[in-house]
């Protein structure tokens, strides 16, 4: 190991970065689970799709932008192809710096991958990954610039644990734009559109919670007292935001709903990301308990409109980001994290800082969504027609159904080699077809 | 009395439960069957195996009515399932023997006539 690199640190943060990787794809699930059976596949793509051309847009230019020196507002090019990065630390971890980038990396990828919960069931693919690649260029990494890569938040003083801007504003409020832009289902307001497995989505959700552990217990970068603060507070801040959820579905239904409960988690995690390594453990409880107002409001409050923000990524992670952002303005503990009180403890000043990040970051990922958006609206349509929304995004744009029995399915091609001629003679001169099922699909 | 059944598009299905509701007609049952029409069949690939759909999903509405009922039947069933395009499905009107309500013993027309009509 290159000298200044801390094992132990190292250790834990291949772990941490594994941990968050995995979000990515415990999002497609919960995401999966809450959209019709048609555009399940689709909606998990989405997912997929931020882990390959998010990934690569990291390594290109997306690190460099997000942690190369630069100014105030965004990185430079110092880093572009991760050029300069390798196992020396980076300045203030002692773990590898090539380490950094994965862990970073993961970040921008999930970000991204959230987003797309505001416009499923009815976004082009090819659009989205075009959308994809420009955000994860110009939004996320900007914003990580502010907070993570010595940006203006930063100097400023304001306090941001595991991404309360980057992650959780930046995608809350990207989605709203996105959603706002792209327009409503065609069924929606007309018709009940269902979760179509609320199986997926607790399974998603518990999955996301477990990898939230890298997620916040790694942003200390490292095996250290405030990683451990943040991790024990990503375990209590969540339970707590499932029994205020519990109480407040009681209280407006008569019933504790799963689809609600699952949301509850991803409501606690985020509104302790930003401040888990900055408030004590009792005060992370507390603000799990209260983060379920807010968020449930907006969740309760958005399909009344004609925003069809599909799988609530506002409620869930702009407003929880911001309640998150604001509560260590009042109750950060320098006893704790070492670093600055907040107004409770004595020192007003860290809860304007704190203001100045959510008035700031909405307005940036907002803005910036929306122009990109109308951008490739310029090229190519954003959205399915209706009819090809009828009949489903899954067969639509990947030629793939989640749920295929196979039964009437007449084999055509296996592995690119044709099956018997006579097979294909028969369907050509449009003989009925005799009904064939797929060979085992476990066999390549 | 009539039995008219219906075979529709499932994206349609709401549509037609709709249309059949706004003439009054509230006597239906409705399962997912699969068939086979004149329609452009897709074709999917799943790992190099590429197959072509013969079979599609289609949504079978059975509706059990009175004679008075059934051009509005038949009426809200194509028209509520209708895109213009092949694979629309079809609407088939069979004579009908008897009707029992299991739980009054009615016959025929009292029982096809759901209660509160």
């Known amino acids: 190991m290159a000298s200044g690199v801390d094992v132990g640190d190292t250790a834990w943060m291949l772990m941490a970065t594994a941990l968050v990787v995995l979000m990515t794809p415990a999002l497609g699930i919960f995401y999966a689970g809450l959209v019709r059976s048609k555009n399940s596949l689709n909606t998990f793509m989405m997912c997929l799709a931020a882990l390959g051309v998010a990934t690569v847009s990291w390594a290109v230019v997306g690190y460099s932008l997000a942690f190369g020196d630069g100014g105030g507002f965004i990185g430079n090019l110092d880093h572009a192809f991760l050029s300069?990065?390798?196992?020396?630390?980076?300045?203030?971890?002692?773990?590898?710096?090539?380490?950094?980038?994965?862990?970073q990396g993961s970040f921008c990828i999930l970000t991204v991958a959230l987003v797309s919960g505001a416009v499923v069931e009815r976004i082009?693919?090819?659009?989205?990954?075009?959308?994809?690649?420009?955000?994860?260029?110009?939004?996320?990494?900007?914003?990580?610039?502010?907070?993570?890569?010595?940006?203006?938040?930063?100097?400023?003083?304001?306090?941001?644990f595991a991404g309360g801007v980057s992650v959780e504003m930046a995608s809350g409020f990207s989605a709203l734009a996105a959603a706002m832009l792209i327009g409503v289902r065609k069924d929606y307001g007309r018709q009940a559109l269902l979760p179509h497995n609320s199986v997926l989505v607790l399974l998603g959700a518990g999955l996301l919670w477990f990898g939230w552990f890298g997620f916040n217990g790694g942003s200390g970068i490292g095996a250290n007292d405030i990683g451990v603060l943040a991790f024990t507070n990503t375990l209590l801040a969540p339970a707590c935001t499932l029994v205020g959820w519990f109480v407040l579905d009681l209280i407006r239904g008569g019933k504790v709903t799963a689809v609600g409960a699952a949301t509850a988690v991803i409501v606690g995690c985020v509104a302790i990301t930003p401040a888990a390594g900055f408030i004590s453990p009792m005060w992370a409880m507390a603000l799990g308990l209260i983060a379920a107002a807010p968020s449930y409001l907006i969740i309760v409050w958005l399909p009344r409109t004609r925003v069809d923000e599909t799988l609530d990524v506002l409620g869930a992670h702009g407003v929880a980001g911001i309640f998150g952002i604001l509560f260590i303005g009042f109750f950060a503990q320098a006893d704790?994290?070492?670093?600055?009180?907040?107004?409770?403890?004595?020192?007003?000043?860290?809860?304007g800082d704190q203001a100045l990040a959510v008035l700031i970051s909405p307005v940036y990922a907002f803005g910036v969504t929306y122009l990109l958006l109308r951008l490739i609206g310029l090229f190519a349509p954003l959205r399915a027609t209706d009819k090809e929304e009828a009949v489903g995004m899954d067969v639509i744009q990947h030629g793939e159904e989640a749920y295929v029995s196979g039964e009437g399915a007449i084999l055509l091609r296996v592995a690119g080699k044709q099956t018997p001629a006579e097979l294909d003679s028969d369907l050509e001169s449009g003989a009925l077809p005799t009904l064939a099922v797929p060979p085992d699909r476990k066999e390549n | 009395m009539k039995m008219v059944i219906g075979v529709v598009r499932p994206e349609k299905a709401n549509d037609v439960l709709e249309a059949l509701f706004r003439a009054k007609i509230r006597g239906v049952s409705m399962s997912k069957v699969q068939g086979h029409g004149g329609e452009l069949q897709r074709v999917e690939t799943y790992r190099g195996t590429t197959v072509q759909m013969g079979l599609s999903e289609k949504i079978r509405f059975e509706i059990a009515v009175s004679d008075q009922y059934v051009d509005d039947t038949v009426k809200a069933v194509s028209e509520g399932g209708r895109t213009g395009d092949v694979g629309d499905?079809?609407?088939?009107?069979?004579?009908?023997?008897?009707?029992v309500r299991v739980r009054t013993g009615e016959t025929d027309d009292d029982a096809v006539t759901p209660v509160g009509n």
């Open chain 1, 84 to 103: 300069g990065v390798g196992f020396e630390p980076r300045e203030g971890t002692a773990i590898p710096q090539l380490l950094f980038v994965a862990f």
């Open chain 1, 124 to 160: 082009r693919f090819g659009p989205y990954m075009v959308f994809v690649a420009l955000w994860s260029t110009l939004v996320y990494p900007v914003m990580a610039h502010w907070v993570f890569g010595g940006g203006f938040l930063a100097e400023a003083g304001t306090l941001d």
């Open chain 1, 336 to 351: 704790w994290n070492g670093i600055s009180d907040g107004l409770f403890y004595g020192n007003a000043g860290q809860l």
């Open chain 2, 89 to 99: 499905g079809k609407i088939f009107v069979l004579p009908l023997d008897s009707v």
